[in-house]
């Protein structure tokens, strides 16, 4: 039986595997396949914008994110920030703010919020408020920044800042929009002792800048691990 709603029902009934709501269930249980949205924390959001109409689809709070169903999504009318869509038996994401923070200043297609440990390691190892790594092939799959054309080099090193961690997420709008301000060619944000928020122009895009930051976030742990600077400037290799 379909959980009981206010307002419009048929917003998430679609056969269509695309269909936002259909995305974020499987995308949902791939991302529990790799650890990062344990137990229930962790979520994602799409933008769904055409001529007709500018929605936002949100996972709920509280639910297991392997085990989302299309039903379960809230639907937000972007323009005027109004649910079209809430599931009366759940509660809307506490990420909802950060979502929409990614939406509105950096047009968004999508946002990822996931627990990776990788990505909470990387926030343990830095005591500063950016966390740096250069010389490494997959940075190339990053974005040079907002309003720029074209992805990073290898030669480049990428900066990622970190925010400090709150009691309750929603409270940690603020100083994510401000480090939005201070950094703005990033496509994320760490949050010390708690995660990541991954945001790209697409879903796809989000999800490959998702995937490839991790990979460099887990990188990065196993070089301090073996005493080498993930930020240092590339050395020539001295032969015998």
């Known amino acids: 039986m379909a959980a009981p709603v206010e307002n419009n029902d048929q917003l998430v009934l679609s056969e269509d595997p695309n269909h936002p709501a259909n995305l974020i269930c499987s995308l949902c249980r791939n991302f529990y396949t790799h650890g990062w949205v344990t137990g229930t924390g962790g979520g994602i959001s799409i933008r769904e914008r055409c001529d007709a109409h500018d929605r936002i689809f949100i996972a709920p709070s509280g639910v297991q994110k392997e085990r989302l169903q299309p039903d379960n999504m809230f639907v937000m009318d972007f323009p005027t920030k109004s649910y079209l869509r809430k599931p009366l038996n759940l ?27 990788a990505a909470v390691l990387c926030t343990l190892l830095t005591k500063g408020r950016v966390w740096r790594i250069g010389g490494i092939e997959q940075i190339k799959a990053i974005p040079k920044g907002y309003g720029q054309e074209g992805y990073m080099g290898f030669f480049d090193t990428l900066e990622i800042p970190i925010i400090e961690n709150t009691a309750h997420e929603e409270d940690l709008k603020d100083s ?3 480090a939005m301000e201070e950094f703005p060619n990033t496509c994320a944000i760490l949050v010390r002792r708690h995660g990541v928020y991954v945001w790209g122009d697409t879903v796809w895009k989000a999800k490959t800048q998702c995937e490839s930051l991790d990979y460099l976030f887990e990188l990065g742990v196993k070089m301090v ?9 590339i050395a020539a290799v001295e032969e015998d």
Do not use: N, Y
């Open 225 to 233: 691990q073996l005493g080498l600077d993930p930020a240092a400037p």
């Open 176 to 178: 994510l929009e401000a």
């Open 91 to 117: 509660k809307p994401s506490a990420c909802t703010p950060l979502f929409m923070a990614a939406f509105e200043k950096r047009g968004a297609g999508a946002c990822i919020h996931t627990h990776s440990q």
